[in-house]
């Protein structure tokens, strides 16, 4: 499988491009990233270095993987965060060369914009731009529940709200929506919840809370479920295996004491996870 994966880069620590590609290598994927920023850290420190990428410039790297003739054998796009505005337009063009090149080809999209503790943290076009142009394009759609509610203008809470607002996505383009966080009032308490939803039904599988704030976990989980989802076709298969892994890594990167994610020394976890949460269908 190859992934062409258009995200942000980090030299210390692990969001973007900089936690997806390292997971999806270590369970047999060949990765091709493109680089949407270059930045020093992620930006909840408050303070980073480093740039934009210009869409221009982006478009060109992209340009020069398709002059080596890649383009047939991508089977996934994946975008992430974007940084800049133009960015958006650069992914519609990727990913329509790409499956015109590929007609089997998907493109998964993390909608990242925010969440409910932060709130939005982006620029203020970027989700809409992610609304009203991306989402349309997007075969599978990964974003948390604040994400989803924006994207829907709804409030996802029970399962059955969860489901519909997915619904309402799934209506406007993707045919898989996976919901990286499902925070419903009637859930076990210190839990939380993942739900996927395509064609064949849906399926919740629910793992301890832990308690901190990981920064590139989302990025992580919208990588590692679209790879296992693209080889299998099974999507309660893949919310099993995503949901292992990134609880494994959660709690090595917790009992560290480490505020960024211990993503190589977590490598089994995606290698050989132990599937130790069951996946309960709900439709």
């Known amino acids: 499988m190859k992934v062409l994966s ?13 936690a997806a590609v390292f997971p999806l290598q270590r369970i047999g994927v060949e990765v091709l990233p493109v680089y949407t920023v270059n930045f020093s850290n992620h930006t909840g420190y408050g303070a980073w270095r480093g740039p934009l990428i210009a869409p221009d410039d982006v478009a060109a790297v992209i340009q020069g993987i398709e002059d080596r003739g890649v383009f047939p054998e991508i089977d996934v796009v994946l975008s992430g965060y974007q940084g800049g505005e133009g960015i958006a337009d650069v992914i519609i063009d990727a990913v329509a060369r790409v499956k015109k090149a590929n007609p089997d080809a998907v493109y998964a999209c993390d909608p990242v914009m925010g969440n409910a503790k932060s709130g939005c943290f982006v620029a203020p076009a970027i989700p809409v731009l ?6 349309p394009v997007a075969d599978i759609l990964t974003p948390n529940q604040f994400e989803l509610g924006f994207l829907t ?3 996802p809470g029970s399962i059955d709200s969860t489901l519909e607002s997915a619904d309402m996505l799934r209506a406007r383009g993707p045919r898989t929506v996976l919901v990286t966080s499902v925070e419903r009032p009637d859930r076990a308490p210190e839990t939380i919840e993942m739900m996927v939803v395509d064609d064949a039904g849906a399926w919740i599988v629910q793992t301890p809370l832990i308690p901190m704030k990981a920064n590139g976990s989302g990025d992580v989980t919208a990588a590692l479920f679209t790879a296992h989802y693209r080889r299998t076709g099974d999507a309660a298969d893949a919310l ?3 949901a292992s892994s990134v609880f494994d890594l959660l709690s090595n990167t917790f009992e560290a004491g480490s505020r960024e994610l211990r993503l190589v020394e977590s490598q089994e976890a995606y290698a050989h996870p132990r599937l130790q949460f069951a996946v309960r269908q709900v439709r």
């Open 6 to 18: 258009i995200q942000s880069a980090v030299a210390f620590g692990h969001v973007g491009n900089s």
């Open 130 to 135: 992610l609304r009203e142009r991306v989402v």
């Open 153 to 155: 203008d709804t409030e």
């Open 240 to 242: 099993a295996r995503t």
